[in-house]
């Protein structure tokens, strides 16, 4: 399995960035697709997941109502669209592949993952 990340960047607090994650070399549909994030010295953390059929979404506290994850299963992709973004969602943000349909928020049931995007926000 391997993955293209793209969207990170440089934006003001209060901005939006879209990241995209298209994935190649599995049947993208059967499993779910997660975003995490690391900031500097810290662990990294769940941010959102979706089931392989796009119908279940779930998020962390910090990030509702702001980010939406979606899938398009005809494109192997997976976005993150981000809005009123704030500066501690500064942080390298990664896509990821669990081993099942509806997926977990634990680090360690995502066996696939990309390379990362860095996301900076300012205040």
């Known amino acids: 399995v391997q993955f293209v990340e793209s969207g990170g960047g440089l934006v003001q607090a209060g901005g939006s960035l879209r990241l995209s994650c298209a994935a190649s070399?599995?049947?993208?549909?059967?499993?779910?697709m997660g975003w995490f994030r690391q900031a500097p010295g810290k662990e990294r953390e769940f941010v959102a997941r979706i089931s392989g059929s796009g119908a279940n979404t779930y998020y962390e506290d910090s990030v509702k109502g702001r980010f939406t994850i979606s899938r398009d299963n005809a494109k192997n992709t997976v976005y993150l669209q981000m809005n009123s973004l704030k500066p501690e969602d500064t942080a390298v943000y990664y896509c990821?592949?669990?081993?099942?349909?509806?997926?977990?928020?634990?680090?360690?049931?995502?066996?696939?993952w990309g390379q990362g995007t860095q996301v900076t926000v300012s205040s």
């Open positions: 070399g599995r049947t993208f549909s059967h499993y779910a």
């Open positions: 990821a592949a669990a081993a099942s349909r509806f997926g977990s928020q634990l680090v360690d049931t995502y066996p696939y």
